[in-house]
């Protein structure tokens, strides 16, 4: 005979003669026909089933689907049936989502209203956290995290409060399974049931029953173990019980290790971290675990427990072989701990997906140096071996040796020292090599000030300037540190090759070229290309051509094309000069060309935008500026106006690309890598020059990182 009891929806609930691994959402569903939680994947990915739980320590959402009913003892349960009040009024995320068309087939709906709930009740606003762990195939995220925004300053109704002292007094009864409330009590009953199951939030262990249909045999739950869930975090040693969650070990490590609380972020959905525990995932020795790799980087020890026998081993220690641990029968991981020290700590994560994903690759890097030299080095991976485990070859490449743009490449062959990945569903072997390698080059270039992750770098701004601009420009430096200057080289270069790749797939069918790669009238027919189809193309064409004989008839005689180079360095020259009387304008010599040449209205409405003064249309798109050679040639020999076509209608500094252009920035904060110019034959507009800008380094390195 057992029971168990809590409250459901605000009411108190017995369960008697459940068995230990029935789940809540089986129950909900068959026993009580509160049919509005659903079942979805049945493995806690998709949110579906989301309930509401409250405990001593506050309220949470969590997935039913894996939830077992011996864990909910003394907890209050709320489902999407208890979220409107009474008397039927409506939630202010219930209400919201109607306000906002938040639902369609609805099937998701339930588990969207219950995790809304959970974290307004919290007063959480990180709303793409929050509901990361719930799944919608047809509405589509937009409404619903506007719905979630609009509840954000809506008070909490007075019916969500649980009244948890109504359960006091009401004590379980089990012979199959245990709550110890006591390491001591737990130490004891695993003495007596080695083979039993240890669950704490039931993540992992819960799809050995949903999925695999498993006997689990004699089951100990630890979730109402205080003296398992603290964390300690004194000025030299963090120290966390194993029943700690996720959730709860993220909080407290984000001040002192914000990276690993990053990684933490990316583990399961909030659902799942409010329930998963940190001995969990450890003893499970999963070699895709997230946490291991991050605490070996930190030097963890794990503190075991069997009986009143305690014993110390090293986290890297604990993992021998796939499936196969440093742990005996009966023995137990009671806590984790680790020194605090300096914040040298790095974790990246590669998954297919950022959310709810498993690791094909996790590595952590925990290197010091001091004086440019490195000490001292932690380096561990998960996804690359059976179990996860610390690089020592890569490592000793790096200890004693300098800390520069070199340092990932002396590195290189000893990854393959250190693993022998597997291929499998989620990488090749050869993949996984080659990405650990990047995640130590990643590491050096944060280390040396460069942004590498993926939410924090935006595509790099492309600043179209002309050969004179560049000309009279200062030579760009990053830093006065050659070696930054040379890893923040290599990283111009990429993110140049990577600028190009991303204005070139965002360049509307319609829209300027961005980049004149060829002469000025192959950039004007390619233009005309985008703009035309192939017969108004070709008409184009046959027009430019009969504008540059007509254009070579009216020229002087003594205008040849064997122009000295004292002659198109004084032309140079003129351009420079011209750029120089009017800075806003592109500086090149068709610039001067066109203040050579009579000027009609809508070349006052040009010079009126270079001023600064708005006098076009808004609704207008802008034009590119299309000028053939002949009206160049024309227009320096003072050739009439009329004797080439021109489009008037575009501004003579419209040199900008389909990329939106970055605010101005003080040119000693900025770094910039250019093109160099390509000569040319004398008397042609040379091509325009891309600048990637990039973020500033740090300015600020201290040469101690210890």
């Known amino acids: ?196 199951t240890l669950i704490g939030g039931a993540t992992d262990v819960g799809l050995w029953v949903t999925k695999n249909l498993k006997d689990l045999g004699p089951v100990a739950f630890l979730n109402n173990i205080d003296d398992m869930s603290d964390i300690r975090i004194t000025d030299d040693l963090v120290r966390i019980g194993a029943a700690a969650t996720i959730a709860d070990v993220m909080e407290a490590i984000t001040p002192i290790y914000p990276d690993f609380a990053e990684l933490l972020r990316r583990y399961g959905s909030a659902q799942v971290r409010n329930a998963a525990t940190i001995g969990g995932n450890i003893a499970n020795a999963s ?64 998954s297919k997906r950022f959310d709810q994903d498993i690791s094909a690759v996790c590595g952590c890097f925990n290197v010091r140096v001091i004086h440019g030299v490195v000490t001292s080095a932690r ?13 020592r070859a890569v490592e000793t490449s790096l200890i004693g040796k300098s800390w520069d743009a070199n340092a990932a490449d002396r590195s290189w062959d000893a990854f393959k020292r250190d693993f022998t990945p597997l291929s499998d569903m989620r990488a090749s072997a050869e993949y996984r090599l080659e990405a650990a390698r990047g995640m130590l080059m990643r590491y050096l270039l944060e280390d040396l000030g460069a942004d590498t992750r993926v939410l924090d770098v935006s595509p790099p701004v492309i600043v179209e300037r002309s050969a004179s601009d560049a000309a009279r420009a200062k030579p760009a430096t990053k830093t006065d540190d050659p070696e930054l200057s040379a890893v923040a080289a290599a990283a111009a270069l990429a993110a140049s090759a990577a600028a190009e790749e991303v204005a070139a797939k965002a360049t509307p069918a319609d829209a300027p070229v961005s980049r004149a790669d060829t002469k000025s009238e192959n950039t004007a027919a390619a233009t005309d290309a985008r703009k035309t189809d192939p017969a108004e193309a070709a008409e184009s064409a046959e027009k430019t051509e009969t504008a540059d004989e007509g254009s070579k008839a009216a020229a002087p005689a003594s205008d040849t094309p064997e122009t000295s180079s004292d002659d198109a360095k004084g032309t140079e020259a003129s351009a420079s000069d011209a750029s120089d009387a009017a800075p806003e304008t592109g500086g090149d010599k068709s610039d001067a060309a066109d203040k050579s040449a009579p000027k009609t209205a809508d070349d006052s409405k040009s010079d009126a935008a270079s001023n600064g003064d708005d006098t076009s249309d808004p609704t207008q798109k802008p034009q590119t500026t299309e000028v053939t050679d002949a009206a160049k040639e024309a227009a320096k020999d003072g050739a009439p106006e009329n004797s080439a076509p021109q489009d008037t209608a575009a501004t003579p500094d419209d040199k900008t690309t389909d990329v939106e252009p970055a605010p101005k920035a003080d040119a000693s904060a900025t770094d910039t890598a250019e093109y160099p110019a390509k000569p040319d034959d004398a008397g042609e507009t040379p091509p325009d020059q891309v600048a990637i800008i990039l973020p500033p380094p740090a300015k600020d390195t201290p040469e101690d990182k210890s």
Request: glycine share 10%; with cysteine; hydrophobic share 35%.
């Open 287 to 350: 070699p895709i675990g997230d946490t291991p790799p991050a605490l070996i980087a930190l030097g963890a020890t794990l503190h075991l427990r069997r009986g009143v026998e305690r014993r110390d081993v090293l986290l890297e220690n604990y993992f021998i072989d796939y499936g196969k641990q440093d742990r005996v029968p009966g023995e137990f991981i009671e806590a984790v701990s680790f020194p605090r020290s300096a914040d040298r700590l790095k974790c990246y994560k590669l």
């Open 1 to 196: 005979m057992s029971e168990i009891a809590f409250l459901l929806n605000g009411e108190v609930t017995r369960v008697a003669d459940a068995a230990p691994t029935r789940t809540l959402l089986d129950w909900l569903r068959e026993d009580r026909a509160l049919t509005g939680t659903k079942e979805g994947c049945n493995e806690g990915d998709c949110g579906a089933c989301s309930v509401i739980v409250t405990d001593k320590s506050g309220s949470r959402s969590m997935n039913a689907c894996i939830l077992f009913l011996p864990q909910l003892h003394g907890c209050a349960v709320r489902t999407v049936e208890g979220i409107s009040g009474p008397k039927g009024e409506l939630h202010p995320v219930q209400q919201a989502m109607i306000d906002h068309h938040g639902s369609q087939c609805g099937f998701c709906t339930p588990g969207f209203i219950t995790a809304m709930a959970a974290a307004h009740k919290n007063g959480r606003t990180d709303h793409n956290d929050q509901l990361a762990g719930n799944l919608c195939r047809c509405t589509g995220y937009a409404p619903i995290i506007r719905a979630a925004e609009a509840a954000e300053d809506k008070p909490v109704p007075a019916w969500m409060e649980e009244d948890l002292s109504r359960l006091s007094g009401i004590t379980e009864t089990r012979d199959d399974w245990a709550r110890p409330e006591t390491t001591v009590e737990l130490a004891k009953w695993y003495l007596d049931h080695p083979n039993g």
């Open 379 to 391: 380096i561990a991976f998960g996804g690359m071996a059976g179990i996860p485990k610390r690089a």
